[in-house]
């Protein structure tokens, strides 16, 4: 398997996944700033010029949420992803669309009028708006981890991996993380040995590709 992305973006949920589950791949470094993520190479690969995206044969995945939900079903040994059809399934998915569309989109909004968006479409008047939204996201992710170590209880799941990705995400961006739970959470998850090994990985390979 082959993971198209960059460090530190959302492809480091495809690859901690991969390191959860014990799949072996290959990191692809995309250079933005470059412009490789417009070149006619990569639009092959993700019409869209974003990451991640994995390429597993035949099979190319362009979103992060279905790529971990691929990865967890191909190993279903490791029960990150919870057997189709049960509500442990039900409620592992609630989470990760959660993650997707809840949780993350306040961040995406203030990335994208920072710095993604094309300076004339920016708006950031904004910012207050999307700010709010997230501490809205924040008190009902609180109110659904509850006490438990992970999102679906006792079981550490993709869900978390989405989850935790998209709280450090929100620290980088400057934005409080007050509900105490939470901030455990996320210690727990960031000190996953899987998370480590895939951030290492992915630097390694910006490295190699930027002596070549």
């Given at each position: 398997m082959k993971v198209f992305g960059v460090?530190?973006?959302?492809?480091?949920?495809?690859?901690?996944?991969?390191?959860?589950?014990?799949?072996?791949?290959?990191?692809?470094?995309?250079?933005?700033?470059a412009g490789e993520n417009r070149s006619e190479q990569y639009l092959a690969v993700n019409p869209s010029g974003k990451?991640?995206?994995?390429?597993?044969?035949?099979?190319?995945?362009?979103?992060?949420g279905a790529i971990v939900t691929y990865l967890g079903d191909k190993h279903p040994h490791s029960g990150l992803v919870p057997k189709a059809g049960t509500q442990d399934r039900a409620r592992h998915d609630q989470w990760c669309y959660?993650?997707?569309?809840?949780?993350?989109?306040?961040?995406?909004?203030?990335?994208?009028?920072?710095?993604?968006?094309?300076?004339?479409?920016?708006v950031p008047a904004i910012f207050d708006c999307a700010a709010?939204?997230?501490?809205?996201?924040?008190?009902?992710?609180?109110?659904?981890?509850?006490?438990?170590?992970?999102?679906?209880?006792?079981q550490f799941s993709?869900?978390?991996?989405?989850?935790?990705?998209?709280?450090?995400?929100?620290?980088?961006?400057?934005?409080?993380?007050e509900f105490d739970n939470l901030a455990a959470y996320r210690d727990r998850?960031?000190?996953?040995?899987?998370?480590?090994?895939a951030r290492a990985k992915e630097e390694a390979a910006k490295e190699r590709k930027a002596k070549d």
């Amino acid at each position: 398997m082959k993971v198209f992305g960059v460090p530190q973006s959302r492809s480091t949920r495809v690859t901690w996944m991969m390191e959860e589950v014990g799949q072996d791949y290959e990191f692809d470094p995309i250079d933005f700033y470059a412009g490789e993520n417009r070149s006619e190479q990569y639009l092959a690969v993700n019409p869209s010029g974003k990451v991640p995206a994995l390429q597993d044969g035949d099979l190319v995945l362009l979103e992060s949420g279905a790529i971990v939900t691929y990865l967890g079903d191909k190993h279903p040994h490791s029960g990150l992803v919870p057997k189709a059809g049960t509500q442990d399934r039900a409620r592992h998915d609630q989470w990760c669309y959660f993650a997707l569309t809840e949780l993350e989109q306040p961040l995406w909004t203030l990335g994208k009028h920072r710095f993604a968006l094309p300076e004339e479409h920016r708006v950031p008047a904004i910012f207050d708006c999307a700010a709010w939204e997230y501490q809205k996201a924040l008190k009902l992710l609180s109110g659904g981890l509850g006490d438990n170590p992970y999102i679906l209880g006792s079981q550490f799941s993709a869900a978390d991996i989405l989850l935790g990705h998209t709280l450090n995400w929100g620290v980088s961006f400057n934005q409080p993380l007050e509900f105490d739970n939470l901030a455990a959470y996320r210690d727990r998850l960031n000190e996953r040995p899987a998370l480590a090994r895939a951030r290492a990985k992915e630097e390694a390979a910006k490295e190699r590709k930027a002596k070549d």
